[in-house]
T-cell receptor
Framework: GQQLNQSPQSMFIQEGEDVSMNCTSS?????WLWYKQDPGEGPVLLIA?????ELTSNGRLTAQFGITRKDSFLNISASIPSDVGIYFC??????????FGKGTKLSVKP | EAQVTQNPRYLITVTGKKLTVTCSQN?????MSWYRQDPGLGLRQIYY???????DKGDVPEGYKVSRKEKRNFPLILESPSPNQTSLYFC??????????????FGPGTRLTVL
């Protein structure tokens, strides 16, 4: 079946540093989504991307929809302790049917 | 408040004892889904439903059943739970359509342990 390869698997950074993570697939997606999951909670949508090449920001977060439609990137600028969590990419296979990456666990040292 | 609710939040049971995890949403969403989350495997879709009485298998449907008799509810049924179904389960809902309304809203999760 379709798979999303998300990297890195985990990151341990200093507060104030920028963060980059990415997601790749052998399949084309028409929608890419980025979620964050805090401990003990369900994933919460951060950014949705609907067009190849699209660059979208949400505060300190910026995500890009790769031009090939097979990848997406998420950047976090000037990280703060509350950025800690697991970040998931997801591709929309069909309406209501999402496939998720395995997540990037982010730890931020104050 | 717009939300997806799941019950119970925590459940410990024994092999073979039928159980149901309920999911309800108050946003009038057409689409609802169930996922399981396991360490190192991320979120995997179990079943999804596009509307009342319309359901389809996700990536890992074996050992699970669902029903969608009403738009707001989408229970997950384990007829004969086994230890490999020990996991964290999430319900999610969304509107259809290729716009910003296509995003899924997740419930708080149900942690299931099958002994």
């Amino acid at each position: 079946g379709q798979q999303l390869n998300q990297s890195p698997q985990s990151m341990f950074i200093q507060e104030g540093e920028d963060v980059s993570m990415n997601c790749t697939s052998s399949s084309i997606f028409n929608t890419w989504l980025w979620y964050k999951q805090d401990p003990g909670e369900g994933p919460v949508l951060l950014i949705a991307l609907y067009k190849a090449g699209e660059l979208t920001s949400n505060g300190r977060l910026t995500a890009q929809f790769g031009i090939t439609r097979k990848d997406s990137f998420l950047n976090i600028s000037a990280s703060i302790p509350s950025d800690v969590g697991i970040y998931f990419c997801a591709g929309l296979v069909s309406q209501g049917n999402l496939i998720f990456g395995k997540g990037t666990k982010l730890s931020v040292k104050p | 408040e717009a939300q997806v609710t799941q019950n119970p939040r925590y459940l410990i049971t024994v092999t073979g004892k039928k159980l149901t995890v309920t999911c309800s949403q108050n946003m009038n969403h057409e689409y609802m889904s169930w996922y399981r989350q396991d360490p190192g495997l991320g979120l995997r879709q179990i079943y999804y439903s596009m509307n009342v009485e319309v359901t389809d298998k996700g990536d890992v449907p074996e050992g699970y059943k669902v029903s969608r008799k009403e738009k707001r509810n989408f229970p997950l049924i384990l007829e004969s739970p086994s230890p490999n179904q020990t996991s964290l389960y999430f319900c999610a809902s969304s509107f259809p359509g290729g716009t910003s309304t296509d995003t899924q809203y997740f419930g708080p999760g149900t942690r299931l342990t099958v002994l």
